[in-house]
């Protein structure tokens, strides 16, 4: 009877299986797994019935203790042995990570995240969305193995290569910031659960968080935008309307500034030839420059030079900068080493502004310090002149 239950529960599970996903093709060799034993085991009872009978087919040809331990033998190699092996080699356990490292070091990823990467055969860095403040050599000496960087190029175009292998190994591909602040990370998502590999996701601070730091409260900010390095043949503007918008909503918004990491030379591209530009990294100072000449071209009042902004360098290190002032006073500042991004402020709460007072840049201080004695004054005459009416 155990060898029919058996036999009847692979058929039924085998052929589902099959023509499920691929991720669930290892529940198939399963199936197949439990057939072959079920099919011994029925075949073994036939065989020690036969042998338990004489030419008759009634008295007994060898002693019945035999036949029967025989035959025990087949069940329990079918029953126990034969399923657990075969669950143990079907069986898939590996994983993808993508795992989030944070805005600074090595030292920003969760204990969460550094002990998947330890766990992990191969490990991936993506190095052009955004860049660590520190060499790969200490991410290697943190995790014990080497670290493979991948560019633009491997990401978007070698994802197979990330992937190979890791149906059966433990693959992880880290992301400055949190994994999810650029659609490539999903793209690569989606591809891995195409193939059946179980995509894991640990999480970490990212700029589109860590910007709070500046005083503007998270929930007060609109749609974020890009900013990238303009050319002499190609000088985007699709963010000024999305900046014109938040900003007739009263909300603040976060530019994100380009980065060029090995991108080709399209002069030698055109030769035939393959040669990589240096690494170049948006200023707080060259995009408000792009921004200004952009609202001077289309003089629809989205901003201007007078529009309080909020410039960031290095959030997350120790010499992290944050400077508030008008968009004509940060083109004026030196904002330091990248990375930088930078906000366009909306309407302003109160308790917004005195946070700003810490970041205010030279006559913006000193002009916030004037405006906020003035209220001051204005506040204590009030008592006085009601004291005088009465």
């Avoid at 795992?99 to 002990?115: F, P, S």
């Avoid at 059946?196 to 970490?204: S, T």
Wanted: overall charge negative; aromatic content about 8%; charged content about 20%.
């Amino acid at each position: 009877m155990t060898a029919f239950a058996f036999m009847f529960a692979s058929l039924t599970v085998w052929p589902a299986q099959l023509a499920a996903p691929p991720n669930s093709f290892s529940e198939a060799k399963i199936g197949l797994l439990y057939l072959v034993p079920g099919i011994f085991a029925l075949v073994g009872g036939l065989a020690g019935f036969q042998t338990s009978k004489g030419m008759d087919g009634v008295s007994p040809r060898v002693p019945e203790n035999r036949v029967v331990f025989n035959s025990a033998m087949l069940w329990e190699l079918a029953l126990i042995g034969f399923p657990v092996f075969g669950y143990r080699l079907a069986k898939n356990d590996s994983d993808g990570y993508v795992v989030g490292l944070g805005l600074y070091d090595e030292q920003d990823v969760t204990l969460r995240g550094l002990n998947a990467i330890k766990q992990c055969e191969r490990v991936y860095l993506e190095a052009y969305t955004s860049i660590l403040l520190c060499d790969k050599a200490k991410l290697e000496a943190l995790y014990g193995k080497p670290v493979v960087v991948a560019d633009r190029e491997m990401v978007e175009n070698e994802a197979d290569k990330i992937l190979e292998g890791a149906e059966t190994i433990d693959v992880a591909f880290l992301v400055v910031g949190d994994p999810f602040g650029a659609t490539t990370h999903t793209d690569l998502q989606l591809r891995a659960r195409e193939r059946g590999i179980p995509v894991r996701v640990i999480h970490n601070a990212s700029v589109m968080n860590a910007v709070g730091a500046c005083g503007l409260q998270l929930y007060r900010f609109g749609e974020a935008v890009s900013i990238v390095f303009f050319t002499d043949s190609w000088r985007p503007d699709s963010f000024y309307d999305r900046i014109a918008s938040n900003r007739r909503l009263g909300l603040h918004t976060l530019c994100l500034l380009d980065i060029k990491v090995k991108e080709p030379n399209l002069d030698a591209l055109a030769r035939g030839k393959t040669v990589y530009e240096p690494p170049r990294y948006m200023s707080i100072n060259t995009a408000l420059e792009q921004l200004l000449e952009v609202e001077a071209a289309r003089k629809e009042g989205a901003y201007s030079e007078e529009t309080l902004a909020i410039g960031m360098s290095r959030l997350g290190s120790p010499d992290q900068q944050i400077v508030a002032g008008s968009m004509g006073q940060l083109l004026q500042q030196d904002f330091g080493p990248p990375l930088h991004c930078l906000v366009i402020a909306g309407d302003v709460h109160v308790i917004e502004e005195e946070i700003l007072q810490f970041y205010r840049t030279g006559a913006a201080a000193a002009a916030a310090t004037a405006a906020a004695a003035a209220a001051e004054q204005q506040r204590g005459k009030q008592p006085a002149e009601q004291a005088g009416e009465q």
